[in-house]
């Protein structure tokens, strides 16, 4: 299965929202706006570039080579509020989450969602 870079991380976008989401709504049901709050927070091409560094460490061959190939796919216009490494790194992640979905890799999203969520919610 070869799709390109760009495709993986259309795929994956939505993907990372859905743990996202998941995750806030399993912590706390309350208003959607607040909901929406935090899912913002953690879907922002800052806070996934941050994830990047999290996850690197731990990627297999395959996960790196699809993590670097996101990371380089992306053109050269980011939007205002992330700058273009952020922004790369961020579709980096998004690329590894497509990718990991679409081989049907449910347990390692899991995997990587936690230690994402785990890591970033300590450094607060």
């Known amino acids: 299965m070869q ?3 760009l495709a993986l991380a259309f795929m994956g976008d939505c993907v990372y929202e859905q743990f996202v989401r998941e995750h806030i709504v ?3 049901n309350t208003a959607v706006s607040k909901l929406h709050a935090a899912a ?3 879907v922002c091409a800052v806070f996934q570039s941050a994830a990047y560094d999290v996850i690197l460490p731990v ?3 395959t996960e790196t080579a699809v993590l670097k190939r996101g990371r380089n796919a992306t053109g050269c216009s980011a939007p ?3 700058n273009i490494i952020d922004y790369r790194r961020a579709t980096a992640v998004e690329c590894l989450f497509g990718f990991l979905h679409l081989t049907g ?3 390692r999203l899991e995997e990587l969602m936690k230690l994402i969520l785990s890591e970033t919610e300590e450094e607060k």
Do not use: F, H, I, M
């Open 3 to 5: 799709y390109s870079p």
């Open 105 to 107: 890799r449910r347990e």
């Open 40 to 42: 913002t927070k953690k």
């Open 26 to 28: 399993l912590q706390a």
């Open 80 to 82: 205002k509020s992330a």
């Open 59 to 61: 990627l297999d061959e």
